[in-house]
């Protein structure tokens, strides 16, 4: 019985710091600007910037598919303040992007 729980033990943090190592190697390296985009951006979902809510919007200037920022619901200060961010602020790369507004 003994031997039993050991060699379950034994099992268990063997695959455990397997887990840990695989985590380290394969983990994914996320863009914090996107969640910041997101807190910055109106949330009205319109569509009216051509993409499909501001998701979209915020994903299509991260991933470079766009280089302007569209948003007309977007109050022209906070348009200025989110262009600005993006522009100073590298990304995962350490690289930054420069978008310009409507
Ligand atoms: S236009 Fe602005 S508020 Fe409307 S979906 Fe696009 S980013 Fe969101």
Redesign the pocket.
């Known amino acids: 019985m003994l031997n039993a729980m050991l060699a379950l033990f034994v099992v268990g943090l063997v695959l455990g710091l397997l887990l840990a190592v695989a985590g380290e190697i394969f983990a994914v390296k996320v863009d914090e600007r996107l969640e910041k985009l997101m807190e910055m951006?109106?949330?009205?979902?319109?569509?009216?910037?051509?993409?499909?809510?501001?998701s979209?919007?915020?994903e299509a200037l991260i991933n470079k598919d766009t280089d302007t920022l569209?948003?007309?619901?977007?109050k022209p200060d906070k348009r200025q303040e989110i262009v600005e961010y993006i522009n100073s602020t590298p990304g995962p790369d350490g690289e930054t992007i420069t978008i310009k507004s409507i």
């Open positions: 951006l109106p949330g009205y979902n319109c569509g009216s910037c051509g993409y499909p809510g501001c979209g919007m915020a569209n948003c007309r619901p977007c």
